[in-house]
T-cell receptor
Framework: DQQVKQNSPSLSVQEGRISILNCDYT??????FLWYKKYPAEGPTFLIS?????DKNEDGRFTVFLNKSAKHLSLHIVPSQPGDSAVYFC???????????FGKGTRLSVIA | DAGVIQSPRHEVTEMGQEVTLRCKPI?????LFWYRQTMMRGLELLIY????????DSGMPEDRFSAKMPNASFSTLKIQPSEPRDSAVYFC???????????FGSGTRLTVV
């Protein structure tokens, strides 16, 4: 049973436009969410996070939105750049000692 | 710090052979995780350690898989005997606290022929 779902395996966006990556979760105990970015032949790297006490967190071109009632979060990239082409993983955490739970990832392609 | 170091980067082996993957976590991190990435399952947690002690190995697919962490600076994931369906990228990650996320190594791409 997948607790963290990224229903879009891939997304293609033109350079300069907005990229929106979505993530849904089922466990109401999750209170902290992270996005990781992964380039080919590299490990995932931390991108941005958000606590459940917030509904938005912004870092440069990257903004994460959290809708707790819908158990949904999204990552916005504005403007998208070719270097943003990568696989993006959503991850969720509860306050206990259990490990992060990752989604399957969404492959973003930014076309010049 | 050099980050999480995994070796080898690539491994090609024949079915039935033993495979050992290695990981050196970031110094000071007290948790270590082994993940497997496949197209079907994404990032799948295999096992994790806290303070060198295995906490949960329920993600290990079969008894053919085993993992050890003899000290705070080294861990191994062993597959014996290996099978073609074990072909995947295996990642090791370490963390001090999960609120700061995990630091992943570059992975080992395993191909079993």
């Amino acid at each position: 049973d997948q607790q963290v779902k990224q229903n879009s395996p891939s997304l293609s966006v033109q350079e300069g436009r907005i990229s929106i990556l979505n993530c849904d979760y089922t466990n109401s105990m999750f209170d902290y969410f992270l996005w990781y970015k992964k380039y080919p032949a590299e490990g995932p790297t931390f991108l941005i996070s958000i606590s459940s006490i917030k509904d938005k967190n912004e870092d440069g071109r990257f903004t994460v939105f959290l809708n707790k009632s819908a158990k949904h979060l999204s990552l916005h990239i504005v403007p998208s750049q070719p270097g943003d082409s990568a696989v993006y993983f959503c991850a969720a955490s509860d306050s206990g000692n259990t490990p992060l739970v990752f989604g399957k990832g969404t492959r973003l392609s930014v076309i010049a | 710090d050099a980050g999480v170091i995994q070796s080898p980067r690539h491994e090609v082996t024949e079915m039935g052979q033993e495979v050992t993957l290695r990981c050196k976590p970031i110094s000071g991190h007290n948790s270590l995780f082994w993940y497997r990435q496949t197209m079907m399952r994404g990032l799948e947690l295999l096992i994790y350690f806290n303070n060198n002690v295995p906490i949960d190995d329920s993600g290990m697919p079969e008894d053919r898989f085993s993992a050890k962490m003899p000290n705070a600076s080294f861990s191994t994931l062993k597959i014996q005997p290996s099978e073609p369906r074990d072909s995947a990228v295996y990642f090791c990650a370490s963390s001090l606290t999960k609120r700061y996320g995990y630091t992943f190594g570059s992975g080992t791409r395993l191909t079993v022929v």
